[in-house]
């Protein structure tokens, strides 16, 4: 019988025992990389990837059954943004540089991570710190001050716990279809491929054989049932299955999900049937919560002007570093309320069409659509 592991003790992703203090050993794909980067030899296909491999596995937390494995996504986020946000306070200029880079940071890990198709947390591990170190700072920096009462602080609290709650019903199961297994997966007599255009009669009688599609006949029939000689099948071949109207698949999630509308990085999972609701709320909420503390913290630091003019003009923001933190958090909530702003706005617009973003990017390709607001 193998024994347990103990506190510091892991299995690799190689199936090996291993041990955090030999976490610096058998490097055989650094060792290589270091050694052809200082004989100025380029790396070999894929190499980049299996050192970052070997990186993100062995970083691990001891534990109780075992060490447990960190996501490397997880830190960027609560390490540089508080040391950019505290240099930008440093000198208006410092200020300036750092809170334009930060966005065109993200954007271009954006790209990466949706080039590669990867999923990766970067994004929610950001947007999570950011609204604690916000609050943090807030409570710190602004409310000492005697400016803002505590029924302020009190609504503000409140906000945050109710984008919170409809942020992690958001996360939650989007609608994804029941992944087909072998005894229920459809003939290919039925479905050959994607490309296959079918007879109705064809269809139909795959309807009526009564064979369950992944435990839902009722619902894959009526489908099956309106196609119509000459109409594309909607059919997934990476799933096997026969999607219902509107789905979709997600190629980060590998799911098909019910009335797909988008795969949002921001909360690591995709937009569908079941979680487009409390999207649009988590949206709302955050909306309403960061302007509320925008105002508050630039009243407090600006007193006398109104926000939007003490957003672009407050003497005095950088005559204390106080003031100079939360005027740079002021600025970065700005424009991440922004960004997000749009977000929403895009929603609302596509829900008054009674799209979905996946079908207006759809009609964009096919030269079936027209661009609102540049969405």
């Known amino acids: 019988m193998e024994e347990p592991l103990c506190c510091c003790e892991y299995v690799d992703r190689r199936g090996e025992r291993n041990h955090l203090a030999a976490c610096c050993c ?147 199961d989007p609608g994804y279809l029941p992944i087909s297994t072998n005894d229920d997966k459809p003939s290919q007599q039925a479905f050959p491929s994607k490309n296959v255009r079918g007879s109705s009669n064809g269809l139909h009688g795959a309807a009526a054989s009564g064979h369950s599609l992944n435990g839902e006949t009722k619902g894959y029939s009526r489908v099956l049932a309106e196609e119509r000689e000459g109409v594309k099948m909607d059919w997934c071949a990476k799933c096997q299955l026969v999607r219902p109207a509107r789905a979709g698949h997600c190629r980060l999630c590998g799911r098909c999900v019910r009335r797909l ?40 630091i ?30 970065y909530c700005a424009i991440v309320t922004a960004g997000m702003g749009y977000i929403l706005l895009i929603q609302l617009l596509n829900i008054s069409y009674n799209v979905t973003e996946r079908e207006a990017r759809l009609a964009l390709r096919d030269n079936a659509g027209h661009r609102l607001l540049g969405g």
């Open 26 to 172: 058998d490097c055989e794909e650094l060792d290589e990389g270091c050694d052809r980067w200082l004989t100025c030899r380029s790396l070999p296909p894929g190499a980049l990837e299996r050192i970052a491999d070997t990186v993100a596995d062995r970083c691990r937390v001891p534990w109780f059954a075992g060490a447990v494995k960190i996501n490397v996504s997880l830190v960027p986020p609560m390490v540089l943004l508080p040391v950019f946000l505290h240099i930008a306070a440093l000198h208006f200029l410092l200020g300036l540089v750092v809170l334009t880079s930060l966005p065109a940071v993200v954007l271009w890990y954006y790209y990466l991570t949706h080039r590669r198709k990867e999923r990766t947390l970067f994004f929610l591990s950001l947007g999570l710190f950011s609204l604690g170190y916000m609050y943090y700072v807030f409570l710190q920096e602004v409310v000492p001050r005697g400016h803002v009462g505590y029924s302020q602080v009190a609504l503000l609290t409140c906000g945050l716990i109710l984008m919170l709650v409809a942020l992690s019903r958001a996360k939650k």
């Open 261 to 300: 509308d988008h795969h949002c990085v921001w909360i690591n999972s995709c937009v569908g049937e079941q979680n487009h609701q409390a999207f649009i709320l988590a949206l709302f909420f955050f909306m309403l919560t960061s302007l509320y503390g925008i105002m508050l913290t630039l009243d407090t």
């Open 302 to 331: 600006c007193r006398g002007r109104t926000p939007f003019t003490a957003l672009f003009y407050c003497p005095g923001a950088y005559s204390d570093y106080s003031s100079a933190l939360s005027f740079t958090c002021v600025w």
